[in-house]
């Protein structure tokens, strides 16, 4: 009997050495098929015109048919390294470096508008309770559920009534009052101990500076998600510009990527390229600020 009970503890590490093992290579899997396109997206940018087309034969062809006359060479090397596409978009068609612009103008204001909203509307959810409160907070949950292009209609209607309609105004405001912040920003304040506000309130704390001096500083890491999360969905937008900015050169650079089809392949990789910056060197910033918001088990660090 005890020259068989070592075996056990040696077949359960085993198999969980095996259960790490495929964990991992499946992750490995999944992480090389997410980065794919990625990868793609920048090799292809430094490539020229000529090489994308003869790689990809007429898969972004502007000609009429609907089939694909050559066999597509997913290339990650290119044959000759060229800079041709960036110093298209970057100086001799300034173009495009006004629709980045533009995207940059319609989203910072954006982020910090519904930040800075959903900060003060989750505050007062939290703090002040009844059946008033929880219909208005259900009615955020409901218009959370709800895609943007079931609001689109009414937003133009609202946009042409107000007379912004073909201005930033027409993206900037929705975005503002979005509730997406507001109801994980909530959810998130509850999870706050009362007895932190009870302290203050003994010492003396109004509600300003119990909402500026003890909630903020507790949701720091929701905040910092919330923004990179807004963040990322607005610089993505297509839908919002094209119905609501209907003068070209007001349009974000989302929108021209979009139309990646319709020529110009090398120069659109190239702009995708310098597009996906912002939001990388974001995340990676942010890191930690973002797993720990998502991930957050309710306690809080006192």
Known sequence: MNENRPKAPRRGRKRHLFGRTVMFLLCLIF??????????????SFMSEAEIKSNYGMVFSTTSGGFVSKTVNLKFIPDKVTLSQYITGLIKSPEY???LWNSILLVVPIVIGQVSLASVAAYSFTRWRGRIRSGIFFFYVILMLMPYQVTLVPNYLVSEWLGILNKPWAIILPGIFAPFSVFLLTKFMRRIPYSLIEAAKVDGAGEWEIFTRVCLPQCRSALYSIAILVFIDYWNMVEQPL?????????????FLSKVNEGEIGLAFAMATIYMIPCLLLFLHGEEYLVEGIANSGSVKG
Do not use: Y
């Not at 098929?33 to 990868?39: A, I």
């Open 31 to 44: 992480s090389v098929l997410f980065l794919l396109p990625t990868v793609l997206t920048i090799t292809n």
């Open 97 to 99: 470096l006004l629709k």
């Open 243 to 255: 119905i609501l900015l209907q003068d070209a050169d007001s349009q974000p650079l989302s929108v």
